[in-house]
């Protein structure tokens, strides 16, 4: 019951995000809310950055109500103790980067690390098959505070990495 609660919060966000158009050609994108967006791992050369917080202006003043909602949603149903979930991300940024430069696991991938209302994507390139979604996601969940780890990761050999990309 819980599982599809969650997957029924979840739905719109998913939905938004693949509705989401490609950037037009020439328009500027930038980090407009300050999510933290970090690299942890840079040992697959040929790896694709991100787009990881990016969003054209018009697509931050679409997301920004939706920021708001969801961000003041934790604190009102009683699951976060700050007003707003987004206050959650720099805290977790700090930890998650901290645990991942006293841990060599993964030493063999390119990954960036998004944070927003206390989820977390993990994205980027591996050269090791014995790297998997579940163990990078076991790792960033250690974190307090970490409500969701979401990986999106391009296996050895791949071609086409499974998350959109920033731009040249």
């Given at each position: ?16 995000a693949c509705a989401m158009p490609p950037p037009a ?144």
């Amino acid at each position: 019951m819980l599982q599809a609660r969650r997957f029924r919060a979840l739905l719109p966000v998913l939905l938004a995000a693949c509705a989401m158009p490609p950037p037009a050609h020439g328009e500027i994108l930038k980090n407009w809310f300050n999510d933290p967006f970090i690299q942890v791992r840079n040992a697959v050369p040929d790896c694709p950055q991100p787009l990881g917080p990016l969003v054209s202006e018009q697509e931050a003043h679409r997301e920004s109500h939706w920021r708001t909602e969801r961000g003041t949603s934790c604190w009102l149903a009683g699951q976060c103790s700050k007003p707003n979930s987004y206050l959650y991300d720099a805290p977790i940024a700090q930890v998650v980067q901290a645990h991942f430069a006293a841990d060599p696991a993964f030493a063999r991938s390119s990954l960036w690390l998004t944070f927003q209302r206390r989820f977390v994507w993990v994205e980027g390139c591996s050269a090791d098959p014995a790297i998997t979604a579940a163990a990078l996601e076991a790792f960033v969940r250690a974190a307090p505070d970490v409500e969701r780890v979401i990986v999106n990761l391009r296996a050895p050999g791949a071609n086409k990495a499974p998350y959109p990309l920033a731009p040249p």
